[in-house]
């Protein structure tokens, strides 16, 4: 029985640092979510990942870089909230980037090998 097979090909990218994981696929989306929704916790809850987790996510990829990542406010009449400082979209923008290009460069080499 001679079966073509179809084979694809995925790679990962962490950055990170003695401190910790700086950015992955997964912070990423946390990201992406805080921005879109203005909060920690609804991105959280969007991933179906616990607040805890989110915040220490959060605050990991923060204490790593000169400004922060994620700026918060207090509570008030309509509540606190999260969002990304220009540093943080930033670093969506060039992690997206390196991710898209590590994609095409692994889907180039992986076309180059015969099976």
């Known amino acids: 029985m001679n079966k073509a097979l179809d084979f694809k090909i995925k790679g990962r990218i962490w950055i990170y640092s003695d401190s910790g994981t700086v950015i992955g696929e997964g912070r990423l989306k946390l990201l ?10 609804q ?3 969007q991933m ?5 987790k989110a915040w220490e996510m959060v605050n990991t ?10 700026v918060g406010s ?3 009449v309509h ?3 999260s969002k990304l400082s220009d540093n943080g979209k930033k670093l969506i923008e060039k992690y997206a980037s390196l991710l898209e290009k590590n994609e095409n460069f692994l ?9």
């Open 61 to 70: 990829m923060n204490l790593q870089f000169k400004t922060p990542i994620v």
């Open 107 to 115: 889907c180039d080499e992986f076309l180059k090998m015969k099976f």
């Open 32 to 41: 992406i979510g805080i921005d879109e929704t203005g909060s920690i916790s």
């Open 43 to 45: 991105a959280a809850k």
């Open 79 to 81: 509540g606190g909230g």
């Open 48 to 52: 179906k990942m616990s607040y805890k």
């Open 74 to 76: 207090q509570g008030g």
